[in-house]
Nanobody, 124 residues
Framework: HVQLVESGGGPVQAGGSLTLSCAAS????????MAWFRQSPGKKREGVAGIYPGGGSQYYADSVEGRFTISQDYAKNTLYLQMNSLQPEDTALYYC??????????????????WGRGTQVTVS
């Protein structure tokens, strides 16, 4: 079982930066792939970025490619999302998720089994 707790959200001006963190506990090992998702009111949850175990390859949604960077600190069991050049359309509740490595490369929410409660990012 995996537990995830996000932090680091808040208000930010357009063009600014923010770093989200996700503290993970439980069975985090090489069989687990982790990712960030986001959801705005009235919209479906969408994948933002994912990373293979051990700080391996990353994958991104087209909408954030080149602006966001996902990383993982295995020693601290923490996942990060560095967000630069934020725009109002990035406003959303951001979720950390974990799933089986078989789904590495996927940003479909249904491929992830464990979810945090989210942290709100508001860009104005």
């Amino acid at each position: 079982h995996v537990q995830l707790v996000e932090s680091g959200g808040g208000p930010v001006q357009a063009g600014g930066s923010l770093t989200l963190s996700c503290a993970a506990s439980g069975n985090i090992d090489d069989s687990i792939v982790m990712a960030w998702f986001r959801q705005s009111p009235g919209k479906k949850r969408e994948g933002v970025a994912g990373i293979y175990p051990g700080g391996g390859s990353q994958y991104y949604a087209d909408s954030v490619e080149g602006r966001f960077t996902i990383s993982q600190d295995y020693a601290k069991n923490t996942l990060y999302l560095q967000m630069n050049s934020l725009q109002p359309e990035d406003t959303a509740l951001y979720y950390c998720a974990a799933g089986n490595v078989w789904y590495g490369g996927s940003l479909y929410p249904s491929h992830y089994n464990y979810w945090g409660r989210g942290t709100q990012v508001t860009v104005s």
